[in-house]
Antibody
């Protein structure tokens, strides 16, 4: 059974940093592209970042330079390092798997809440 | 950047109704479109990919159509479990979600 479990969320002050983790199981993690998506309260889904199986990284334009995505295939883990956090980064962050070329995001974690507030 | 626009933003319907949600892309995305369902406090669930392919385990009352810039999600007979928010997503160039359509009980 495919499972994605996020952790690392919490309360942080504006300007602070946080590192999210996503533990994957039930599939060959190293073979799949992985993404981060967030949803702020009262708003819609927003794509955040991606890392391919080859290690190529992509970011939403508004986040580039502040967020860094990485993966550790030996640990079946995905990470999102978030720096210079802003109030508007407050959201539930989901990790999700993209199932191969031409497919969409088929498995999602339960999400981890990041609150940026003073 | 490709923008995705869904309509309507909110839809009030009754059990048994046929429901259609529209999604428009700011430029052609071929068939690289997905639909997701999200309920409060839950992760999104993939319903449709490649514009019209039904994800495994998703009831056949859900269907998708379209190509290029215009797409639709249709629920043929709305069930109590279907009251939720629906999002389209393009994955032709990077990844962009529509703003969502909330399906409410009439």
């Amino acid at each position: 059974e495919v499972q994605l479990v996020e952790s690392g969320g919490g309360l942080v002050q504006p300007g602070g940093s946080l590192r999210l983790s996503c533990a994957a199981s039930g599939f060959t993690f190293s073979s799949d592209d992985m993404h981060w998506v967030r949803r702020a309260t009262g708003k819609g889904l927003e794509w955040v970042s991606a890392i391919t199986s080859a290690g190529d990284t992509y970011y939403a334009g508004s986040l580039k330079g502040r967020f860094t995505v990485s993966r550790e295939n030996a640990k079946n883990s995905l990470y999102l390092q978030m720096n210079s956090l802003r109030v508007e980064d407050t959201a539930v962050y989901y990790c999700t798997r993209k199932r191969g070329y031409g497919y969409a995001f088929d498995y999602w974690g339960q999400g981890t809440l990041v609150t940026v507030s003073s | 950047d490709i923008q995705m626009t869904q309509s309507p933003s909110t839809l009030s319907a009754s059990v048994g109704d046929r429901v259609t949600i529209t999604c428009r892309a700011s430029q052609s995305i071929s068939i690289w479109l997905a639909w997701y369902q999200q309920k409060p406090g839950k992760a999104p669930k993939l319903l449709i990919y490649k514009a019209s392919s039904l994800e495994s385990g998703v009831p056949s009352r859900f269907s998708g159509s379209g190509s290029g810039t215009e797409f639709t999600l249709t629920i043929s007979s709305l069930q109590p479990d279907d009251f939720a928010t629906y999002y389209c997503q393009q994955y032709d160039s990077y990844w962009t979600f529509g703003q969502g359509t909330k399906v409410e009980i009439k």
